[in-house]
């Protein structure tokens, strides 16, 4: 591995201070052993000078301090115990950050080692609890050498074991001694910051300082590789590491994309814990209940299991605020309609964030809009200096990344009845499985003359309950495979995300994308309506659907792309052939979700008359685009969908003018919305064709609803 132009083949690294927050621990056990033994506690003045020192140099030390006489074995040996106590009661405190620093290096190659002045049995105990012992190559003690810190032995005999030479090798050391150790045996001293600041003089030998280890992580990633877009089958790295990330919205592509994205993270360690927000309170009962739920992707009959969630009630305010404090990342994976509502929850937790630790926050704008983020942005902005001064709101979106994307996966959520079905099922199949069986066989009332029999029995029992219980899945969400998010280019924990493509600039992928499936999609939905079907899958399985949508892309919007987004070309026939084959396999979709908000999307700069304009300034002709449009309009007027509100105004409208121009051309507010559809000068000739269409569709579809 080459870091900073050195050629680096190991990575040597102290343990107590270093690698886990166990100094203080280490203290506090030696003061409490003391005074169990002494009847008086060590001096913390003595125990800072012990940081980093050998056994044999703090027994020195402490008999030097408290005379010839002071049992320091004694006290060291139950100091062990009550230590030992406490991790395993607690757990190690493993430094933020170690997980990645140690995944890094090891898939760069690199050699990893411990040197500690600890003793094995400590060390050992400790990297098993840690999670951590099979990384590394090599483990040399404290009673491994003669001479401990600041002496270079245990460094010279760590990098030996190796087989490298100390000047290929980095030592991550926290302690003045430690440095000392490093430097004298030749290697690249790195300092991490702990308890005690060396001297100037001594600090001065590190090669390299960090404030923590998260910062020593942070500066490894532009020395490893980015992992490659997983596939379906990957695992999910199986290094936990201490972040926390968040999405607000629980649906379909919240759930169904965004938590697999989180999962895989960086292809080296994932977040600790993924906070979900969800209205749905039976969603919210399940994945909390079992911690975990299941992912369907049909086309390749795999499923995938998100763990390491909680959701919360999307309704309470504080548990929303705390995610926005305690999250690297958050995505947003709202309906625009439902963005301005949310921005108030959003600025409060903005707001706490400034006030508690003022970090930065890279907000993943799951939104399909172009220049959607800024949209977000402006109503947050507009939230917060409700709340704040403009001096405050500007300060703290100057710190917060609304990063814009491009989403080119579907996803369906499950049914509500469909989820408390599989509940049941499960629940019925444990009853009558192995755990009933098991726990009547469980010796927990019966002698135990032979420990060992009996503990093993209890084992196996309880080995089988937690086998059947994560046998039982839930699936939620039913998606399609495309694996890569296209996100904007600007936020460091984006751009590591392995499963994030970064463009620049983003609004142009928006646009190719939109243009090319987002009209395309309402088509589809209108067209399947009036013919009868009530999902896309079922509607694409009818020639007239698959043909319409093949040739609207082909024929018209992909030469209007190529002509549009020249750079962006590679990307065109990976977009239409996912598309279709997504849509042909959508039978959880509905047409109603789909085709809803004709208004808006009949708008002269939306979708479908937007491509059209476009087409039009590269004398490009559109007749299957116009037929689009006029599916559109007869799916509204048609009463396709009478919960649709905007289809009900636009079939009141043709119902009162009985015109259908008078819809092309609406101009006006509904619902509290302005809306601009075509102007009946500059596109006279595009309406006398659209309504021309719309004119022959009545004729050549079934009967429609109209009066």
């Known amino acids: 591995m080459n870091l900073h132009n050195r050629t680096i083949r190991a990575a040597i690294f102290d343990m107590d201070g270093t690698m886990f927050d166990t100094e203080r621990l280490r ?58 106590e406490q991790v395993r009661k607690d757990g190690v405190p493993v430094k933020d950050g170690l997980f990645e620093v140690l995944t890094r290096l090891k898939k760069a190659g690199v050699l990893l080692a411990v040197a500690t002045s600890s003793r094995r049995q400590i060390a050992e105990a400790y990297l098993i609890q840690a999670d951590i012992l099979e990384l590394f190559d090599s483990i040399t003690c404290g009673d491994d050498v003669q001479r401990g810190k600041p002496n270079p032995d245990i460094f010279l005999k760590a990098s030996k074991e190796l087989n490298c030479s100390p000047e290929t090798c980095i030592v991550v050391e926290d302690s003045e001694n430690g440095l000392l150790a490093a430097s004298r045996a030749g290697a ?9 600041e060396p001297k100037p003089e001594i600090k001065k030998l590190a090669w390299l300082t ?11 990633i532009p020395f490893t590789p980015k992992f490659p877009v997983p596939k379906i089958s990957d695992a999910f790295p199986n290094k936990i590491n201490h972040l926390k990330v968040g999405i607000h919205g629980f649906g379909a592509i919240g759930g169904g994309y965004l938590a697999q994205i989180f999962s895989y993270w960086d292809g080296y360690t994932r977040p600790s814990e993924i906070i979900c927000s969800t209205l749905n309170s039976t969603t919210r009962e399940i994945v909390n209940t079992f911690g975990k739920y299941n992912v369907h992707y049909g086309s390749s009959g795999q499923d995938q299991t998100i763990d390491h969630v909680r959701v919360i009630d999307g309704n309470d305010e504080q548990a929303m605020i705390n995610m926005y404090t305690e999250c690297v990342m958050v995505g947003l994976s709202l309906p625009e309609a439902a963005i301005r509502g949310q921005a108030p929850i959003l600025a409060k937790g903005l707001l706490e964030r400034n006030r508690q630790n003022g970090r930065p926050l890279t907000i993943l704008v799951i939104l399909n809009k172009v220049n959607g983020g ?23 979106l100057q710190k917060t990344d609304f990063c814009e994307t491009v989403v080119n996966r579907m996803a369906a959520q499950t049914s509500e009845d469909l989820q408390i079905k599989q509940l049941y099922i499960g629940l019925q199949d444990l009853e009558s499985g192995m755990i009933t069986d098991q726990l009547k066989k469980a010796p927990l009332n019966s002698p135990r003359p032979e420990p060992v029999i009996s503990i093993s029995k209890l084992l196996k029992t309880a080995s089988s309950v937690a086998q059947e219980l994560s046998n039982l899945k ?17 936020s460091p924990w984006v751009e590591q995300l392995c499963q994030v493509t970064c463009i620049d600039p983003i609004a142009e992928m928006q646009q190719l994308k939109n243009k090319l499936s987002n009209g395309t999609h309402a088509m589809i939905a209108w067209y399947s309506s009036l013919l009868g079907y009530s999902t896309i899958g079922q509607g694409m399985g009818d020639q007239r659907v698959l043909s319409l949508v093949q ?103 043709y119902l009162q003018t009985g015109d259908v121009r008078s819809l092309l051309t609406f101009n006006g507010s509904f619902k509290g919305k302005e809306y601009q559809c075509l102007d009946p000068e500059k596109d006279s000739t595009l309406i006398s064709r659209v309504s021309e269409q719309f004119h022959k569709l009545m004729q050549k579809l079934p009967a429609q609803q109209v009066s």
């Not at 495979?481 to 296209?486: G, I, Q, R, T, V």
């Open 210 to 220: 960090y404030k923590c280890m998260s910062d020593l992580a942070k500066d490894l």
């Open 551 to 653: 040739r609207v892309m082909q024929q018209e919007i992909k030469p209007v792309m190529l002509q549009e987004y020249s750079d962006l070309s590679e990307y065109i026939d990976h977009f239409i052939s996912g598309f279709i084959s997504r849509c042909q396999k959508s039978f959880q979709d509905p047409c109603t979700r789909v085709g809803r908000d004709p208004l808006r999307k009949l708008q002269g700069d939306e979708r479908i008359f937007g491509t059209i304009h476009m087409a039009q300034t590269h004398h490009i002709p559109t007749p299957l685009l116009e037929s689009g449009a006029a599916l559109g309009l007869l799916y509204a007027v048609s009463d396709c969908n009478p919960q649709d509100e905007e289809s009900q105004f636009l079939r009141k409208l």
């Open 188 to 196: 690249l001293p790195i300092w991490v910051k702990d308890i005690k």
């Open 27 to 84: 203290m506090q056990a030696l003061q409490k052993a003391s005074h169990e033994i002494c009847g008086k506690s060590m001096d913390k003045e003595v125990l800072m000078r012990s940081l980093g020192l050998s056994a044999v140099a703090s027994e020195a030390l402490a008999k030097k301090t408290y005379g010839k006489d002071y049992p320091y074995k004694s006290i060291r040996s139950r100091a062990d115990e009550l230590e030992l």
């Open 474 to 490: 839930i699936t939620l969400f039913d998606c399609e495979p495309f694996m890569p998010l296209y996100a904007g280019k600007g």
């Open 374 to 396: 800024q949209f977000v942005r402006d109503c947050v902005y507009d939230a917060l200096v409700k709340l704040a001064d403009r001096h405050t709101a500007d300060q703290i």
